[in-house]
């Protein structure tokens, strides 16, 4: 979807640029990166597997990126490669569709721990305020992930989250339950959760999972993965370009992509 939302955006500010995705075999970004630079290229985004291979590359890396310890997006600026990580900028701006929430007073539970729920958490810890409990299927990368975090927050079970939901005024599935062969499954029952919570799952394919399908019954505010999906976007075009692209148009794309499927 990343070249046909950038695509669209350079034609409509009328940018003489082109995004195209091209597939990196494992271990291979070193020698292609030359060739990149050899063609003008002026940024790039990484994706899986080679979020925190690229690090070891870059001339500068942002200090965000660097506690996230993973960059999704390269800028070229005078042929020096500087990293950065807008996945979790990208949320915590998606966040600002609830308008009745204030993060910073809320208290977070984020279900999962890999590398989306890596940036979430260490975006959240930086911007100061929300108080974090990870709950994670292997509880041990919850509690190496609230003690990178440098939080003061709780790393527990799946079970144990389950059964203290009530307290949560956001609920974050960064785990790919719920997306497909799992698009029958939530990664915890919702019996417990508050009517008035907040709850998130960054999961856009599909575009309404099961948790959020439970949650929306339940009375909850709701949000899927396309809001933080166009603002990593957007937040990468801004440094490609120095401009805002219309998160509208953007949205609108994402849906008419998913709609075709
Ligand atoms: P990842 O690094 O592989 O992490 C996967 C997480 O899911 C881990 O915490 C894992 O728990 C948990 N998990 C997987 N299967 C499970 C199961 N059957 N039961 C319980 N827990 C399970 O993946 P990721 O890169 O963080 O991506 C996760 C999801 O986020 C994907 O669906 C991806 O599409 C989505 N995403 C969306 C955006 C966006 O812009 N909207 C951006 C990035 C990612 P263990 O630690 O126990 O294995």
Redesign the pocket.
């Known amino acids: 979807m990343s070249p046909n939302i950038h695509n669209a955006l350079f034609e409509n500010l009328n940018i003489d640029a082109k995004y195209e995705a091209i597939q990196i075999a494992k271990g291979q970004l070193r020698e292609e990166i030359p060739s990149l630079l050899g063609r003008g290229c002026r940024g790039f985004n990484v994706t899986?597997p080679h979020k925190v291979d690229i690090i070891s590359l870059l001339d500068e890396l942002d200090p965000l990126a660097e506690r996230i310890g993973a960059v999704n997006t390269v800028l070229v600026n005078n042929h020096k490669l500087i990293g950065y990580n807008t996945?979790g900028p990208?949320f915590l701006e998606s966040l600002k569709q609830f308008d009745k929430l204030n993060i910073n007073d809320a208290k977070v539970l984020i279900i999962?721990?890999?590398?989306?729920?890596r940036a979430i958490v260490m975006t959240l810890a930086m911007n100061g305020g929300a108080k974090l409990t990870i709950a994670?299927?292997?509880l041990s990368?919850a509690q190496e992930l609230l003690m990178h975090s440098k939080t003061s927050g709780r790393a527990i079970t799946?079970d144990e989250a389950e059964s203290c939901l009530a307290q949560y005024d956001v609920i974050i599935n960064?785990?790919?339950?719920g997306?497909s062969p799992?698009r029958d499954k939530t990664?915890l029952k919702l019996q417990n959760v508050k009517k008035d919570a907040y709850v998130c799952d960054?999961?856009?394919n599909p575009l309404q999972t099961l948790l959020l399908e439970e949650a929306k019954a339940k009375g909850c505010y709701v949000q899927n993965?396309?809001p933080?999906?166009i603002r990593?976007a957007a937040l990468a075009f801004k440094l490609w370009t120095g401009r805002n692209p219309d998160l509208n148009q953007m949205n609108n794309i994402v849906y008419q992509n998913m709609l075709k499927k």
Do not use: E, W
Request: proline fraction near 3%.
């Open positions: 899986i996945d990208g999962g721990s890999g590398g989306a729920a994670n299927r292997t990368k799946l960064t785990t790919s339950i997306m799992q990664p960054i999961i856009y993965g396309v933080m999906f990593q």
